[in-house]
């Protein structure tokens, strides 16, 4: 990333050598290419550098690539997968698979913008502002003027466009997050008969997406409208300046070319980076929401230097357990059971009694509110 912007240019610079040494050559004198030898190499060695620092650079990204996204996936599934049970039934499983997905697609995204663009624009700033210092500092101040301007309307905008393009992120998130919630309960949702209200509930949904899809492209054309208007000018400063700069011969016609490259250059790598800001709102807010798995602390955790469970008999022992889901009755109400070990036992109650809540608790599936489980005398909770 370090060839693409040296090439970006010093390429108008190899060029007005190159133009110069056409002009004050006579025409049909022999041997032209030796006495072009220093632009031609340049432009040809500086090429020939950023392609294969570009296949490099396409090589060392197929491996590390997949492998950083490995490496993120793995750690947001194994903290999810340490949360408690209660934590999967009160959060759609569409929702978190979306979340976890994305995270790893949206760190990668971010950095490559951040590599790929912002430093390449970055330093082919720097070099091509120095280029053009040294043919005539009016045209360094021109581009500073414009890119000053330009960095100055990004930010003013820059609040808009984050806000809105986050809130898009969002609702494409809990879009999708919902059709595969939708999609997963089909059996629940056919025995029902509830297709058409699953649409008009994922309706709900879309127009909510599609909403915030025209706010985040409305702050983004708002902002291209007066970025277009600052172009133009800048356009029209430019060439009015170098045909002014020529007639008085204060620049070469090589000089021009370096010039009007060099510009048209910046302008294209400036559009796309304040572009990208755009993406990289998104992709933020992609990530906060996926990291809000991980700001939730585990709601069950075993005590530091606790001991492996040891299963002998089996022998289960409830000492006055009293347990209700979050702020509900309770379930359990100080109750003692003792199961002997291998003693079959049959759980019987209305539906709703609390049968299977029974078993969640000895697997240790929820905290209990008070009271103790013992599993072969070995305190669980
Ligand atoms: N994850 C949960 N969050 C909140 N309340 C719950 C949860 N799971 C069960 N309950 C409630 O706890 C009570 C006991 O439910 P439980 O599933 O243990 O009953 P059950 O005896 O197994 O019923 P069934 O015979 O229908 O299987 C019910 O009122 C139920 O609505
Ligand atoms: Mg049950």
């Given at each position: 990333?370090?060839?693409?912007?040296?090439?970006?240019?010093?390429?108008?610079?190899?060029?007005?050598v190159?133009?110069?040494?056409?002009?004050?050559?006579?025409?049909?004198?022999?041997?032209?290419?030796n006495?072009?030898?220093?632009?031609?190499?340049?432009l040809?060695?500086?090429?020939?550098?950023?392609?294969?620092?570009n296949?490099?650079?396409?090589?060392?990204?197929?491996?590390?690539?997949?492998?950083f996204?490995?490496?993120?996936?793995?750690?947001i599934l194994?903290?999810?997968q340490?949360?408690a049970?209660?934590y999967?039934?009160?959060?759609?499983?569409?929702?978190?698979?979306?979340?976890?997905?994305?995270?790893p697609?949206?760190?990668?995204?971010?950095?490559?913008?951040?590599?790929?663009?912002?430093?390449?624009?970055?330093?082919?700033?720097?070099?091509?502002l120095?280029?053009?210092?040294?043919?005539?500092p009016?045209?360094?101040?021109?581009?500073?003027?414009?890119?000053?301007i330009f960095?100055?309307?990004?930010?003013?905008?820059?609040k808009?466009?984050?806000?809105?393009a986050?809130?898009?992120?969002?609702?494409?998130?809990?879009?999708?997050?919902?059709?595969?919630?939708?999609?997963g309960?089909?059996?629940?949702?056919?025995?029902?008969?509830?297709?058409s209200?699953?649409l008009?509930?994922?309706?709900k949904?879309?127009?909510?997406?599609?909403?915030?899809?025209?706010?985040?492209?409305w702050?983004?054309?708002?902002?291209?409208?007066y970025?277009?208007?600052?172009?133009?000018?800048?356009v029209?400063?430019?060439?009015?300046?170098?045909?002014?700069?020529?007639?008085?011969?204060?620049?070469?016609?090589?000089?021009?070319?370096?010039?009007?490259?060099?510009?048209f250059?910046?302008?294209g790598?400036?559009?796309?980076?304040?572009?990208?800001?755009?993406?990289?709102?998104?992709?933020?807010?992609?990530?906060?929401?996926?990291?809000?798995?991980?700001?939730?602390?585990?709601?069950?955790?075993?005590?530091?230097?606790?001991?492996?469970?040891?299963?002998?008999?089996?022998?289960i022992?409830?000492?006055?357990v009293?347990f209700?889901?979050?702020?509900?009755?309770?379930?359990?109400?100080e109750?003692?059971?003792?199961?002997?070990?291998?003693?079959?036992v049959?759980?019987?109650?209305?539906s709703?009694?609390?049968k299977?809540?029974?078993?969640?608790?000895?697997?240790?599936?929820?905290?209990?509110?008070?009271?103790?489980i013992?599993?072969?005398?070995?305190?669980t909770?």
């Amino acid at each position: 990333m370090i060839f693409w912007p040296l090439n970006e240019s010093l390429c108008p610079y190899f060029v007005k050598v190159l133009i110069n040494k056409l002009l004050s050559l006579e025409p049909g004198i022999n041997a032209p290419f030796n006495l072009l030898a220093f632009p031609l190499m340049g432009l040809f060695t500086s090429w020939l550098l950023m392609e294969i620092a570009n296949r490099f650079y396409g090589m060392v990204s197929m491996y590390v690539w997949p492998r950083f996204r490995k490496d993120i996936r793995e750690s947001i599934l194994t903290y999810t997968q340490g949360h408690a049970h209660g934590y999967f039934s009160e959060h759609f499983t569409g929702g978190l698979a979306n979340k976890i997905a994305e995270l790893p697609r949206a760190c990668a995204h971010i950095l490559d913008i951040f590599i790929c663009n912002f430093f390449s624009t970055i330093l082919t700033f720097c070099i091509s502002l120095g280029l053009v210092l040294q043919i005539n500092p009016l045209f360094g101040l021109i581009l500073l003027v414009f890119v000053a301007i330009f960095v100055a309307l990004t930010i003013l905008n820059m609040k808009d466009i984050n806000h809105t393009a986050k809130t898009h992120a969002e609702a494409i998130s809990e879009l999708d997050g919902q059709i595969v919630d939708s999609l997963g309960a089909m059996l629940a949702v056919r025995l029902f008969s509830r297709t058409s209200y699953e649409l008009k509930y994922l309706n709900k949904y879309q127009t909510d997406e599609i909403k915030k899809s025209e706010q985040a492209s409305w702050a983004i054309e708002k902002a291209n409208f007066y970025k277009g208007w600052l172009t133009f000018i800048f356009v029209v400063i430019t060439f009015s300046t170098l045909i002014c700069a020529w007639n008085n011969r204060w620049i070469t016609i090589g000089d021009c070319s370096l010039v009007t490259m060099t510009f048209f250059n910046l302008m294209g790598l400036i559009w796309h980076s304040t572009f990208h800001i755009t993406q990289i709102a998104k992709e933020i807010g992609i990530s906060n929401a996926a990291l809000s798995i991980l700001s939730a602390p585990h709601e069950i955790k075993n005590y530091p230097n606790a001991r492996p469970l040891l299963i002998n008999q089996g022998a289960i022992y409830l000492d006055r357990v009293t347990f209700s889901y979050k702020e509900k009755t309770n379930i359990f109400n100080e109750i003692s059971v003792q199961i002997k070990g291998g003693e079959k036992v049959g759980l019987v109650g209305l539906s709703g009694s609390g049968k299977t809540t029974f078993v969640h608790l000895i697997l240790r599936l929820y905290n209990l509110n008070s009271g103790k489980i013992l599993i072969d005398n070995q305190d669980t909770s």
